[in-house]
Structures are given as structure tokens and as C-alpha cells.
């Protein structure tokens, strides 16, 4: 149980466009949604917050305009990078916590962007 | 704040026992975990501690002392497919859901 599912796995787009990733939970209520970004041989590093219904709450230095963020429904949340640059190339990876708090949180299987 | 820390590799033998020490500043946090990741995949979990002492759970172990803001995870019997990072991360509760903190994780070589 708890299952996050997160597509696309993995993304090229070209420099200056959008790219969506998603992740939906498709057993149960995700109120608030965690997103992080991993660089090679770097920490998964916590970007953002998002809560159903509320504005995302963004960690100090990641720009809320690039990194659009939606939670409009209790099992799917958005995270949009605008006017991608090859920077922003990384592996981004959303988690919830878990309904019962057991052991915390489950993760999605992450979307490896590419920026060219 | 809230810096975690650990070793960035280990080298290890087949069938060894390996401990792979975590230390982090003792505020915010609630609770320590533990998980493994391979390249290119999620992390996946491992253990939890929220309370000081020993959690073992098969072949894994943790160990937490909160005053001390120290833990370890212990692998035992080694097998290759252990060859992965382990990250160690801080839960942190505010309003109404928490995160976590990770670190930078360890990248254990396992080898024959």
C-alpha cells in the first residue's frame, strides 16, 4: 500500500521549454507532497512542499517561478520546470508521507530531466 | 541547522560485516532514518529510529543516540547486491506533515 506513481521516468527537452513531471498516490490521500532534486553523487536535496489546496512552500533558494508547483487534488501533484537550462538537468523525485505514519514516507521512482 | 553527515564511500568484502556512521546537530529532528539507493532509482527503505538503542530488522541493524545526535547502520553478511548509497535522514515535523533531511549519503562497494 501507499503507492506514489511518478511519470515521466525520464525527459529531454530542449533549452527554454517546459517540462511537467507528476505524481499521483494511487492508494490513498496525499495531503502534502515532497519534492526533491538529486544531482549525480549529491544528497537528495528537499526544493519544495506542496499541500492540497495551498500555495507550495518553496526551501530558501529554489525559485518558486521556475519550479511551478501544483496540488490541486488529494492524489496528484505538479511540479513544472519553466524555461528549462541544462542546470536544471537532475533527477527530481517526489514523496509523500505514508497514510498510517508507520515508517514515514514513500517515494515515486523519480524522473531523470536532461536539458540539451 | 540541521548538517548531517557520513562517510562518502565504503569498501567492503563479501560476507563482512560493515557500519556506516551517521552524525547529525541534534535540533529539529524526529526520528532517523535509514535508506538504500542505486544509481538512477529511488531511495528505498530501511529503518527507522525514533527512540535511543538498537532496532534490528534481519541482516540490517540501527542504532540511534539522540543526545549524542549519532547513528549507525549495520549490514551484516554482505552480499554484492548491497553494493549501493545509504542515506541517512532526519525527519523533521512542522505543521502539519513532515520531510526529511537527507544526507549525502554513503556508496558502499561491495566486493567478492
Known amino acids: 500500500g501507499a503507492v506514489v506513481s511518478q511519470h515521466p521516468s525520464w525527459v529531454i527537452c530542449k533549452s527554454g521549454t517546459s517540462v511537467k513531471i507528476e505524481c499521483r498516490s494511487l492508494?490513498?490521500?496525499?495531503?502534502?507532497m515532497f519534492w526533491y532534486r538529486q544531482f549525480p553523487k549529491q544528497s537528495l536535496m528537499l526544493m519544495a512542499t506542496s499541500n492540497e489546496g495551498s500555495k507550495a512552500t518553496y526551501e530558501q533558494g529554489v525559485e518558486k517561478d521556475k519550479f511551478l508547483i501544483n496540488h490541486a487534488s488529494l492524489t496528484l501533484s505538479t511540479l513544472t520546470v519553466t524555461s528549462a537550462h541544462p542546470e536544471d538537468s537532475s533527477f527530481y523525485i517526489c514523496?509523500?508521507?505514508?497514510?498510517?505514519?508507520?515508517?514515514?514516507?514513500?517515494f515515486g521512482s523519480g524522473t531523470r530531466l536532461t536539458v540539451v | 541547522g540541521q548538517n548531517i553527515d557520513q562517510p562518502t564511500e565504503m569498501t567492503a568484502t563479501e560476507g563482512a560485516i560493515v557500519q556506516i556512521n551517521c552524525t547529525y546537530q541534534t535540533s529539529g529532528f524526529n526520528g532517523l532514518f535509514w535508506y538504500q539507493q542505486h544509481a538512477g532509482e529511488a531511495p528505498t527503505f530501511l529503518s527507522y529510529?525514533?527512540?535511543?538503542g538498537l532496532e534490528e530488522k534481519g541482516r540490517f541493524s540501527s542504532f540511534l543516540s539522540r543526545s549524542k545526535g549519532y547513528s549507525y547502520l549495520l549490514l551484516k553478511e554482505l552480499q554484492m547486491k548491497d553494493s549501493a548509497s545509504y542515506l541517512c535522514?532526519?525527519?523533521?515535523?512542522?505543521?502539519?506533515?513532515?520531510?526529511?533531511?537527507f544526507g549525502k549519503g554513503t556508496k558502499l562497494s561491495v566486493k567478492p
Open positions: 492508494d490513498f490521500q496525499a495531503t502534502t
Open positions: 514523496s509523500a508521507p505514508k497514510p498510517d505514519r508507520g515508517y514515514g514516507y514513500t
Open positions: 529510529n525514533v527512540l535511543d
Open positions: 535522514a532526519g525527519g523533521r515535523y512542522g505543521g502539519s506533515q513532515g520531510n526529511l533531511i
